[in-house]
């Protein structure tokens, strides 16, 4: 029951608490994100399952979490990538560790404090 509340609670503040995050990073890039499985449909149909159809949490990362997507994943012949660990957005790149080994020496050291400042350097599309 824990579980489902923090589904809930996750369901309820992504947009305020993920997607403005995610929006900022690829934008900065120049890209625009696409979340097929944040289409309203597909949330309402999978609020409406029981976890254990979604996730099985006892099973390691790469084959429990996410457990729904990669049965799917199987059925339509993608089999190598439903056995991935998910990463999110802005993990996913790894730019978060390349920049905390540039501006702290590891990423270790990083504590997430930190100041951000946007600049711009000649050549990224700033002409």
């Not at 509340?5 to 995050?21: F, K, M, S, Y």
Request: aromatic share 8%.
């Amino acid at each position: 029951e824990r579980v489902q509340q923090e589904r809930e609670v996750d369901c309820n503040r992504i947009w305020l608490r993920n997607l403005g995050r995610d929006d900022r990073v690829c934008s900065v890039h120049g890209r625009e994100p696409r979340f097929p499985f944040l289409d309203e449909a597909v949330t309402v149909f999978l609020r409406q399952l029981p976890l254990p159809i979604i996730a099985d949490l006892r099973l390691p990362y790469g084959v429990g979490d996410k457990r729904l997507l990669r049965v799917a994943a199987r059925m339509l012949g993608l089999a190598g990538c439903t056995t991935l660990v998910k990463r999110a957005i802005h993990f996913g790149s790894r730019i978060a560790k390349q920049s905390n080994v540039h501006t702290f020496g590891s990423n270790r050291a990083a504590k997430g404090d930190a100041v951000y400042l946007f600049t711009m350097t000649p050549g990224d599309g700033d002409e």
